[in-house]
């Protein structure tokens, strides 16, 4: 029985999906529903639905964001858009991060039944591996368990992973880069970008090489060195704006990231 979580601002809408679709017809049954983008993930996160059903156009959220922290947290998740946002180059963005099935509001009830038949189908595949010639079932049965199970993952959804995977790095360094100077958390980072703060955090490293500290140090660095360029600016006054609250932990990473301390680099620049 695969699980399906709803979300969307408008009550009819998750109201008319819960009740009017034909859900044990595709081995469904709705685990849930939400009525905004935090609240969803909150759900998605308990339940773990197989399908997903959701606006992205909603009040403090941004849908293409959250559409990359499924894939990417939960890979064999499917989901389907089903919005009155129109913009053509949203639907294409959203597609490319993994979105199975795009439908505009208002939907007829046949597209709805299309989706959900193609994503079942989808989810069946991914259990299944697909018929194969005999002399590929000769060459997958010498492979180990475990190699098998390791390949198959691999291959689903491999391309909106890599895509998603980007996609959320790429706005977490930039979310990083712009509040570094808060006294910011990962996880305050992880739900900017709809995943778990365990989830970004291997993520990071795997596309940087570096921790979640490292990276905010290091854009703290770059800005205390463009401050540093300021002679009106005490050594301390810098620290506070780049966000140290403690002048010694400031000096400590400057010299350690840098190799001069902070008034070195100011006289030699």
Same mark, same amino acid.
């Given at each position: 029985?695969? =699980?399906?979580?709803?979300?969307?601002?408008?009550?009819?809408?998750?109201?008319?999906?819960?009740?009017?679709?034909?859900?044990?017809?595709?081995?469904?049954?709705?685990?849930?529903?939400?009525?905004?983008?935090?609240?969803?993930?909150?759900?998605?996160?308990?339940?773990?639905?197989?399908?997903?059903?959701?606006?992205?156009?909603?009040?403090?959220?941004?849908?293409?964001?959250?559409?990359?922290?499924?894939?990417?947290?939960?890979?064999?998740?499917? /989901?389907? /858009?089903?919005?009155?946002?129109?913009?053509?180059?949203?639907?294409?963005?959203?597609?490319?991060?993994?979105?199975?099935?795009?439908?505009?509001?208002?939907?007829? %009830?046949?597209?709805?039944?299309?989706?959900?038949?193609?994503?079942?189908?989808?989810?069946?595949?991914?259990?299944?591996?697909?018929?194969?010639?005999?002399?590929?079932?000769? @060459? @997958?049965?010498?492979?180990?368990?475990?190699?098998?199970?390791?390949?198959?993952?691999?291959?689903?959804?491999?391309?909106? %992973?890599?895509?998603?995977?980007?996609?959320?790095?790429?706005?977490?360094?930039?979310?990083?880069?712009?509040?570094?100077?808060?006294?910011?958390?990962?996880?305050?980072?992880?739900?900017?970008?709809?995943?778990?703060?365990?989830?970004?955090?291997?993520?990071?490293?795997?596309?940087?090489? =570096?921790?979640?500290? @490292?990276?905010?140090?290091?854009?703290?660095?770059?800005?205390?060195?463009?401050?540093?360029?300021?002679?009106?600016?005490?050594?301390?006054?810098?620290?506070? %704006?780049?966000?140290?609250?403690?002048?010694?932990?400031?000096?400590?990473?400057?010299?350690?990231?840098?190799?001069?301390?902070?008034?070195?680099?100011?006289?030699?620049?």
């Amino acid at each position: 029985m695969y =699980k399906v979580a709803i979300i969307d601002d408008e009550p009819l809408i998750v109201e008319g999906l819960s009740r009017t679709m034909s859900w044990e017809k595709w081995n469904c049954q709705v685990a849930g529903f939400a009525y905004d983008g935090r609240e969803g993930m909150e759900l998605i996160r308990r339940e773990r639905p197989d399908i997903v059903v959701t606006d992205i156009n909603m009040p403090e959220m941004d849908g293409l964001r959250m559409i990359a922290g499924l894939k990417s947290e939960f890979p064999e998740m499917q /989901i389907i /858009i089903l919005t009155g946002y129109r913009e053509f180059e949203y639907a294409r963005r959203a597609i490319e991060l993994g979105v199975s099935r795009f439908l505009l509001k208002p939907s007829k %009830m046949n597209e709805l039944e299309e989706a959900i038949e193609a994503v079942t189908n989808r989810l069946e595949q991914s259990v299944m591996p697909a018929t194969m010639m005999p002399e590929e079932v000769e @060459e @997958e049965e010498e492979k180990p368990e475990e190699e098998k199970v390791e390949q198959l993952e691999e291959e689903i959804d491999g391309a909106d %992973m890599n895509e998603a995977n980007s996609f959320i790095v790429k706005n977490a360094l930039e979310y990083i880069r712009d509040n570094s100077a808060e006294k910011l958390r990962l996880t305050d980072v992880a739900d900017q970008v709809y995943v778990s703060q365990w989830h970004l955090s291997k993520l990071l490293n795997k596309h940087t090489g =570096k921790t979640f500290s @490292e990276i905010l140090n290091g854009a703290r660095m770059d800005k205390s060195k463009e401050l540093l360029k300021d002679p009106s600016l005490r050594i301390c006054d810098v620290a506070e %704006m780049v966000g140290f609250q403690d002048l010694a932990h400031f000096s400590r990473v400057f010299k350690r990231m840098e190799g001069m301390s902070a008034n070195e680099y100011r006289n030699s620049h």
